[in-house]
């Protein structure tokens, strides 16, 4: 099987956007979700939930849209993403108590300890203090991302499709 390049990825997210096979709704409402799953504090778990839901909603999501927009979280983006939702969620749960990462035991997090599960321990029993704040932002900043990709990609299908209206009822 051939590699596939990124030039090749975004055309193949270009076509699949602006192909009429679904209607504007659904296109749009497919990039939305990837949006949300790209936030999703679910790290590596990512490309199984859009599957999943490409798999549940076969002829209403585009399999293409969701995954390209699932990936708009990659190795680039994950840290300031993640940290971005952090300190949404630290704001709005604990304003008078931030959280120090200086104190965060950097040198657990290998692969090994991942397998073994000294990883995860620590995530749980020393790091909990940090769990529903990330959750938190992150689900809000999933929810602000996902329903302004929403409307940004419907506004800009039918446009292109020279509806020149625009209505939530699609």
Avoid: Q
Avoid at 48 to 62: E, G, Y
């Amino acid at each position: 099987m051939k590699k596939k390049t990124w030039k090749k990825v975004l055309k193949d997210i270009k076509s699949a956007l602006f192909s009429e096979h679904l209607s504007p709704h659904y296109r749009a409402l497919s990039a939305a979700i990837g949006m949300f799953i790209a936030f999703s504090p679910f790290l590596g778990f990512h490309n199984i939930i859009a599957i999943s839901i490409a798999i549940v909603f076969n002829r209403k999501i585009d399999k293409i849209l969701i995954m390209g927009f699932t990936w708009v979280n990659n190795p680039w983006t994950t840290v300031p993403m993640y940290l971005a939702g952090f300190r949404l969620g630290e704001t709005l749960c604990c304003p008078n108590n931030p959280f120090d990462f200086s104190k965060i035991n950097w040198h657990i997090f290998t692969v090994s300890n991942f397998l073994n599960g000294r990883a995860f321990g620590y995530l749980i029993h020393d790091l909990k203090s940090i769990m529903f704040p990330f959750f938190l932002g992150c689900t809000i900043l999933g929810l602000v991302a996902s329903i302004a990709t929403y409307f940004v990609i419907l506004i800009i299908l039918k446009r292109r499709e020279g509806d020149g209206t625009v209505s939530v009822n699609c």
